[in-house]
């Protein structure tokens, strides 16, 4: 399978903003830490800091790209870059598609990465967004393994967040992104369907809502390490929000 995984600066903040909320007065404006051990949830984030495996469905709020040059492909051996042609004034980011011709991890300029561990992930491409600040000159490279084999199509676009949807009783759904957090978030199940789970139910399992009373950082350290064999089985609906179609899991080790 091939997975995507974040920087490590990335991970170490994201992980920390538990206990960065007992030191504000404020409520994080982007998304939050999953406080549970062993997290199997997994969010649909609408942002550009993601990769997002290809086949993922779109949901309101994501990130609709808009190539704004020729795209340009190649195949490689080990790190490389990929020349992409004169930067429009108007770019946001490079959109990419990858391809694992072999297993691999395969890191991006800003630090994320896609592992690809068996050959049938050649049939998987990997999509995704990389920030015109991460991106040097005019070209866009690939971190890997001398003997790790890929190939990459790649273009200089521009992103926009779009709105998220409102349902018949008039809840918002859609993807986290740099708004917030709509009513029905969306989701993956455990079976790999596209769907949402109620913002209140995520809260409750996730820590957010028990972190509003912690008043120390060890406040948040004691409510991890007491919930951290609980597991937490949440419905997941259609954008009505009451047709169930499967579930997700946080917690257990």
Known sequence: MNTTQMSAEFATAFRARLIDHVNTSTRPQRRRALLAGGITLTLVLGGTAAAAATGLLPFPGGTEITELAETTTGTFTGPAALELGQRPADAT?????????????????????????????????????????????????????????????????????????????????????????????????????PGYVWRTDLHDANGTNAAESFTSPQDALRWQQENADTVHRIPVYEADGTTQIGIVQIGGN
């Open 93 to 193: 980011g490079v959109a990419v598609s990858l391809t694992c011709l072999t297993p691999g991890t395969f890191t991006f300029d800003d630090g994320a990465a896609v592992t690809c561990t068996t050959a049938l992930d050649t049939a998987r491409p990997t999509t995704y967004l990389i920030p015109a600040d991460a991106v040097i000159g005019n070209q866009v490279g690939i971190a890997t393994s001398p003997d790790a084999v890929w190939s990459m199509t790649a273009a200089w676009a521009s992103a926009e967040t779009t709105d998220w949807a409102v349902n018949v009783d008039g809840y918002t759904y859609g993807a986290i992104n740099d708004n917030g957090e709509p009513d029905l978030i969306a989701v993956i199940t455990t079976d790999n369907k």
